[in-house]
């Protein structure tokens, strides 16, 4: 896609459910983050999300992984923190700022799963919302 064609995409929003799935995993992410605030290893984050998702009945995948495939070729697979509902891709940092890679790897997620909604959530900042990037993939 070239730069005229990307400013020209559409861009729809995803449903309702995921719509749903992502204020119910950002209701998590902000009860985790109020216990135990910054400065944790993200493996720690990851698992606190999942004791509170679990507590909360949302169903969830945890490090689920995806063929890539290449012109018929397997070339390699990926693995994504959480997939929320099947409908949500969720993926969790624990860093200084979120990189523009950390943007462009979680959009290929999205890709790779046929999803079109993700969160990007980077607990390593003093307020959480502050921290939280929602990612559409555009059609």
Known sequence: ???QDA??????????????????VIGAAIE????????FLESVYEE???VELKLRGIS??????????YKGVLVGQHRQDLLVG???VVELK???QIAPIFVATTISYLKATGQQLALLIN???PVLKDGIKRIVLSQ
């Open 1 to 3: 896609m070239n730069r």
């Open 48 to 50: 606190a999300v999942c």
């Open 94 to 96: 624990a860093v200084d």
């Open 123 to 125: 607990f390593n900042v």
């Open 7 to 24: 400013k020209s995409a559409k861009r729809t929003e995803p449903s309702q459910e995921a719509d749903r799935r992502a204020h119910d």
């Open 60 to 69: 969830f995948a945890r490090q689920t992984t995806k063929d890539i495939i």
């Open 32 to 39: 985790v983050h109020r216990i135990l605030g910054p400065g």
């Open 86 to 88: 099947d409908a949500l």
